[in-house]
Structures are given as structure tokens and as C-alpha cells.
């Protein structure tokens, strides 16, 4: 799918391209592109429009080039469609002095927001690089509240592992505790992936504008990027702090887990324990032996079914009395 936007003013309006042609765009998003549609693209710019196994290769020279005077530059961007899904998925950025173009094959929500505030607000969006910036500024922004919902559900998930009275039956499970650390762990390690590339991404926009032959933004753009880096290197630091509690809220539920186990081991074993005088003492009046006074008794029985009682209370004290129980 193609979706083209240009300068109305100081706003960006989406382009209708059965009036409009792709010339006149200032970002071009190519969403899934069929081969049709990558062919449009080329012969109206008349540059490569990358396939998705060259976005999908990890080298740093595979992900930023200059080709044909235009630079590529390739990260991996998240994409969270609810609560539950998150996906991640290489978006390149193709950039020309007077237009940008995107190419994914996933649907990143930071895109539509972009386009959405770009056209509801006035900016200054006359070029390439002012188009790129403003993404990545908007991709940043989109992480970092990933980042702050995901810290929230850390700190609920942590008061569920430690609270006093913890769930059972009525409540929550440790089973659903665990998959809700790993789900934590995904969603962390996918933003780390994707704050990693766009912060060599950054880090070589603001190396490349210290030399005049290679240089990309324009000095009004220089302190917005020195920005950008500065708060992706803050996201990092956060993804970090999160990855650390998540791993110790796993080894923390683990640890419940095996108390847990220890108590019902240990309820058995108690019981057993408790048990055991009782079952000798019917074990041995269940003997077949001629001479055993005790089976010519009027009070034999009962008396036998008191000694079983007093066998198990008094293992059953002792064990409360050193607070075993």
C-alpha cells in the first residue's frame, strides 16, 4: 500500500494519487508494497526501493548506505497492536534532500500518529531530513510509553508476587504470574532491540553532520537530533533498570513456587508422621496371636481406639509446639 503526503502550508496533507503524482510528495510510506507498487516508486524517483530480505539483513553495511545520491537507513521499529501482540520489524528510511521514503512490512502505530499530529498541527516540515526526523522523534516518543505502561505492570506484578495473602483459586495463579513475566520480557527485549538500532541510526545522522561532504541535516536539524540521542540513550538506560526487576521478579516467583512445594511436602510429611503410631498400634492388635490378653477385655477396644488418639495428638502437639506447623 502507498500512502503519499505533502506540505499544505505548514501542515502535511495525504496525497490522492489518482489526482496527485508521487513526485509532488514529501514521504512517501510504502506499507507491504506489491511488486507493482515498488516499480511506481522507482521510476517516479528513480531510485531502489529495498525488498524485504535487504531490510531483513543485520549487517551495519546492509542496513546504512548511500546509493544513487539517496541514504538508507534501516532499524527495527515496534509495532503494538493491543495489550497482548507486539511485533517488531525493519523499516527502512530512504532519505533524499527533498522527500523521504519509508519502507515496512508491518504496521507501526507511531507512523499514523505522526501523520495524524502532522496534519492537525503546523510544523516545519520542508525536506527529507525534516520528515525523518520527525518519525523518529514520533517512534521515540511511542517507545517511551511503552516503556512507562510496562513499568506500571511491574510494579502490580510485583505487589501479586509478594502480597501477604497470595492468589490462590479466587485470584491469580502463579501460572498466569509467570506468563505475564514472560510477556514483560518480550515486550522489554523488543524495545531494547529496536532503541539499539535507532540509536546507531541517530549516532551516525550526528556524526555525518560534523563532515561537509557527507552531512544530512541542516543545521536547524543538528540540536533535534543531539535530542533524539540523548533520549534514546535514556530509553536504554530504563530498559535496562526493567530488564533487571523482570528477572528478579522471575527468580521471585520461582522462589514462591518452591516454597510452596515445600509446604505441601511438608503437610504430607506431618501427616505420615502423625500417622504412623496409630497405624503400629492397629498393626499390632491386628495380630493373629493366641495369648494377647487385651482381645478378652470388656474395655480392649476402646481402650485400643484411645491409644491410636493419644498417638497422634501427641506427635501433633509437638510438632505445633516447635512452630513446625
Known amino acids: 500500500m502507498i500512502t503519499a503526503f505533502r506540505p499544505n502550508g ?3 496533507r495525504r496525497l490522492d494519487l489518482t489526482r496527485d503524482h508521487l513526485r509532488d510528495a514529501l514521504w512517501i510510506d510504502l506499507e507491504a508494497p506489491t511488486v507493482a507498487e515498488e516499480d511506481a516508486v522507482e521510476a517516479a524517483l528513480g531510485l531502489g526501493v529495498p525488498t524485504r530480505e535487504d531490510m531483513q539483513e543485520i549487517e551495519v553495511s546492509s542496513r546504512i548506505y548511500r546509493e544513487d545520491g539517496a541514504l538508507y537507513l534501516t532499524a527495527q521499529i515496534v509495532a503494538s497492536h493491543d495489550a497482548r501482540e507486539t511485533e517488531i520489524g525493519p523499516v527502512t528510511f530512504v532519505v533524499l534532500p527533498d522527500r523521504l521514503v519509508t519502507v515496512h512490512y508491518h504496521h507501526p502505530g507511531s507512523f ?3 501523520a495524524e499530529w502532522a496534519a492537525r498541527h503546523d510544523t516545519q516540515l520542508k525536506c ?8 523518529l522523534e514520533s517512534v521515540v516518543d511511542r ?7 510496562e513499568a506500571r505492570k511491574l510494579d502490580a506484578l510485583s505487589k501479586a508476587v509478594f502480597a501477604a495473602h497470595r492468589p490462590s483459586g479466587k485470584g491469580e495463579t502463579l501460572p498466569v504470574v509467570l506468563q505475564r513475566i514472560g510477556r514483560a520480557e518480550d515486550l ?21 553532520s560534523e563532515h561537509p561532504d557527507l552531512h544530512v541535516l541542516t543545521e536547524a536539524d543538528r540540536p533535534l537530533a543531539r535530542t533524539l540521542a540523548q533520549d534514546i540513550k535514556s530509553l536504554r538506560d530504563v530498559a535496562v533498570t526493567q530488564s533487571d526487576k523482570i528477572r528478579f521478579l522471575l527468580d521471585a516467583t520461582l522462589g514462591v513456587i518452591n516454597i510452596r512445594q515445600s509446604d505441601i511436602i511438608k503437610v504430607f510429611s506431618v501427616v505420615a508422621f502423625v500417622f504412623l503410631p496409630p497405624t503400629l498400634i492397629a498393626s499390632i492388635y491386628g495380630m493373629n496371636f493366641v495369648h494377647m490378653p487385651e482381645l478378652t477385655w470388656a474395655w480392649g477396644y476402646p481402650m485400643a481406639i484411645g491409644l491410636m488418639v493419644l498417638s497422634a495428638l501427641v506427635p501433633y502437639g509437638i510438632f505445633r509446639w516447635k512452630k513446625w506447623l
Open 143 to 149: 517507545l517511551a510509553d511503552i516503556l512507562e505502561g
Open 188 to 208: 522489554n527485549g523488543k524495545a531494547s532491540e529496536s532503541l539499539v538500532t535507532l540509536q546507531r541510526l541517530v549516532g551516525y545522522l550526528n556524526v555525518t
Open 10 to 12: 505548514n501542515r502535511l
Open 128 to 135: 527529507g531530513p525534516d520528515a525523518l526526523l520527525g518519525l
Open 112 to 114: 499514523t500518529h505522526f
